[in-house]
């Protein structure tokens, strides 16, 4: 039986964040500090002692997390995982943690990607919502409907585990699919407060310009199978994880199929690695029989 390592998305962020690393490990203290030179900005500070707010803008949130979990993954001694996925944000700390990435491209990508996601998100007004308590192919039947009725975006972006969905779009479009969700029996459909629509057409400029930044970037073969949000499935091939990284900014995260596929594949043991301990809650509501943990 195999041992998965897992890592958070946008989300997991709380104040205060890292500063326990930093204060207890040289090792840490030099990456935090190489981060705040690469980044052009103490995101340290930001990380340490900024407010909620703060932390929940996008250029911020995404290389904070990034940092907290690659950090807290390099202190964990025989770090030898045997499969990797990431919620998200979280795939560009798993690329790290399987020798894909460096920690420097890691950070310079997720830097990249924050930003054009933020610019994307000001373009337009947009939006997500949590759907709960409806199987899958009722919410994915509900958001075609309003897409061809009305002629508003709105697709599924974030399947979590069973019962619980994100869709993501145009304002309206959101608005009529929560309408038309709750009329189909959903417990709760509820608009998430968020920049913007993330993984859905929405992010279409910032796609073009991650896609920039990645082919730039120096891939490698990974040292395990990383699940990838967009394909649920074992990747090892390094072309190949590029285009899912790509893909991803405009596609689900299909975190149910990607578990699912790692516990057929022979994973017993899942370690969240960063902040939070969001998805050990979700893995553990995808399939009790697992041992799920955490390194923070």
Same mark, same amino acid.
């Given at each position: 039986?195999?041992?998965?390592?897992?890592?958070?998305?946008?989300?997991?962020?709380?104040?205060?964040? &890292?500063?326990?690393?930093?204060?207890?490990?040289? @090792?840490?203290?030099?990456? @935090?500090?190489?981060?705040?030179?690469? /980044?052009?900005?103490?995101?340290? !500070? =930001?990380?340490?002692?900024?407010?909620?707010?703060?932390? #929940?803008?996008?250029?911020?949130?995404?290389?904070?997390?990034?940092?907290?979990?690659?950090?807290?993954?390099?202190?964990?001694?025989?770090?030898?995982?045997?499969?990797?996925?990431?919620?998200?944000?979280?795939? @560009?700390?798993? /690329?790290?943690?399987?020798?894909?990435?460096?920690?420097?491209?890691? /950070?310079?990508?997720?830097?990249?990607?924050?930003?054009?996601?933020?610019?994307?998100?000001?373009?337009?007004?947009?939006?997500?919502?949590?759907?709960?308590? *409806?199987? !899958?192919?009722?919410?994915?039947?509900?958001?075609?409907?309003?897409?061809?009725?009305?002629?508003?975006? %709105?697709?599924?972006?974030?399947?979590?585990?069973?019962?619980?969905?994100?869709? =993501?779009?145009?304002?309206?479009? %959101?608005?009529?699919?929560?309408?038309?969700?709750?009329?189909?029996?959903?417990? #709760?459909? /509820?608009? *998430?407060? %968020?920049?913007?629509?993330?993984?859905?057409?929405?992010?279409?400029?910032?796609?073009?310009?991650?896609? =920039?930044?990645?082919? #730039?970037?120096? @891939?490698?073969?990974?040292?395990?199978?990383?699940?990838?949000?967009?394909?649920?499935?074992?990747?090892?091939?390094?072309?190949?994880?590029?285009?899912?990284?790509?893909?991803?900014?405009?596609?689900?995260? #299909?975190?149910?199929?990607?578990?699912?596929?790692?516990?057929? !594949?022979?994973?017993?043991?899942?370690?969240?690695? &960063?902040?939070?301990?969001?998805?050990?809650?979700?893995?553990?509501?995808? !399939?009790? =029989?697992?041992?799920?943990? &955490?390194?923070?």
């Amino acid at each position: 039986m195999k041992h998965a390592y897992v890592f958070p998305g946008q989300g997991s962020q709380f104040p205060g964040m &890292g500063k326990n690393l930093y204060e207890s490990s040289v @090792f840490a203290k030099k990456l @935090f500090e190489q981060a705040n030179e690469t /980044l052009g900005f103490r995101i340290s !500070d =930001s990380m340490f002692s900024g407010t909620e707010e703060e932390l #929940r803008q996008t250029k911020v949130t995404q290389p904070a997390i990034f940092l907290h979990s690659v950090i807290a993954f390099k202190s964990i001694e025989n770090n030898k995982p045997e499969m990797v996925a990431g919620h998200s944000l979280g795939e @560009f700390s798993a /690329l790290v943690a399987c020798g894909v990435l460096s920690f420097e491209d890691g /950070l310079q990508l997720v830097s990249a990607r924050a930003q054009a996601m933020q610019k994307a998100c000001e373009a337009g007004p947009s939006s997500m919502a949590a759907v709960l308590g *409806l199987e !899958d192919d009722n919410v994915e039947a509900v958001c075609a409907t309003v897409r061809e009725t009305t002629g508003e975006v %709105v697709v599924p972006a974030n399947y979590n585990c069973p019962g619980q969905l994100v869709i =993501s779009g145009s304002v309206k479009g %959101v608005e009529l699919a929560c309408e038309q969700l709750k009329a189909a029996g959903a417990k #709760r459909a /509820l608009v *998430l407060p %968020v920049g913007g629509a993330f993984h859905s057409p929405f992010m279409a400029s910032a796609q073009n310009e991650l896609k =920039s930044a990645i082919e #730039r970037t120096t @891939f490698y073969t990974p040292v395990c199978a990383v699940y990838q949000n967009v394909a649920a499935k074992a990747v090892v091939e390094k072309d190949e994880i590029k285009k899912n990284l790509i893909d991803q900014l405009t596609g689900a995260v #299909r975190w149910t199929q990607s578990v699912q596929a790692m516990i057929a !594949d022979g994973a017993s043991h899942f370690t969240e690695i &960063g902040p939070g301990k969001v998805l050990q809650g979700l893995i553990q509501k995808i !399939d009790k =029989s697992v041992q799920v943990d &955490g390194v923070s």
